[in-house]
Antibody, heavy 116, light 107 residues
Framework: EVQLVQSGAEVKKPGESLRISCETSGYTFISYWISWVRQMPGKGLEWMGR????????NYSPSFQGHVTITADKSISTAYLQWSSLKASDTAMYYC?????????WGQGTLVTVSS | EIVLTQSPDFQSVTPKEKVTITCRAS??????LHWYQQKPDQSPKLLIKYASQSVSGVPSRFSGSGSGTDFTLTINSLEAEDAAAYYC?????????FGQGTKLQIK
């Protein structure tokens, strides 16, 4: 069974850094891209970017390029989403997801709250 | 960037009713269009892949159609458990994009 297990909720202050994780199991990690999806409170889904775990090649949405970094560690089948300087507008639920073009496996989500 | 526009944004429906949700792409995407269901406080769930391909474990009352720029998700004989938000997603080109969502309320 494919499983994506995300790290727990975070509460941070503006300007702080953060890295959240997505630990995978049940499939060959390097076989499928992993994407990150943002959902702001009460809003829809936004695709942020993706990583090819086999070589860590990344693509980003222009809306998120330069503000977040997606990485992966294939030795532990885990992907990461990180910020170097959080803003209040980063408050959202973040999902990792994977599949062959479509997204058929999703993490449970990580709630990030940024507040002074 | 390809923009996906869903309609309606919101619909209140009764059980056993047939529901149709449309998704229009701002440019040609072939069949690279997928549908998801998201219930409150849950992660999204894949319903239909590549416009019309069924997904294992998804009830047969869910079906999809379309190609090019116009797509439809149909729910036959709606059940109370189908109360959720529904999203289309295109994987034809980068960046991937989602529609704004359609919220279904059960009367």
């Amino acid at each position: 069974e494919v499983q994506l297990v995300q790290s727990g909720a975070e509460v941070k202050k503006p300007g702080e850094s953060l890295r959240i994780s997505c630990e995978t199991s049940g499939y060959t990690f390097i076989s499928y891209w992993i994407s990150w999806v943002r959902q702001m409170p009460g809003k829809g889904l936004e695709w942020m970017g993706r990583i090819d775990p086999s070589d860590s090649y990344t693509n980003y949405s222009p809306s998120f390029q330069g503000h977040v970094t997606i990485t992966a560690d294939k030795s532990i089948s885990t992907a990461y989403l990180q910020w170097s300087s959080l803003k209040a507008s980063d408050t959202a639920m973040y999902y990792c997801t994977t599949g062959s073009g479509w997204f058929d496996s999703w993490g449970q989500g990580t709630l990030v709250t940024v507040s002074s | 960037e390809i923009v996906l526009t869903q309609s309606p944004d919101f619909q209140s429906v009764t059980p056993k009713e047939k529901v149709t949700i449309t998704c229009r792409a701002s440019q040609y995407i072939g069949s690279s269009l997928h549908w998801y269901q998201q219930k409150p406080d849950q992660s999204p769930k894949l319903l239909i892949k590549y416009a019309s391909q069924s997904v294992s474990g998804v009830p047969s009352r869910f079906s999809g159609s379309g190609s090019g720029t116009d797509f439809t998700l149909t729910i036959n004989s709606l059940e109370a458990e189908d109360a959720a938000a529904y999203y289309c997603h295109q994987s034809s080109s980068l960046p991937n994009t989602f529609g704004q969502g359609t919220k279904l309320q059960i009367k």
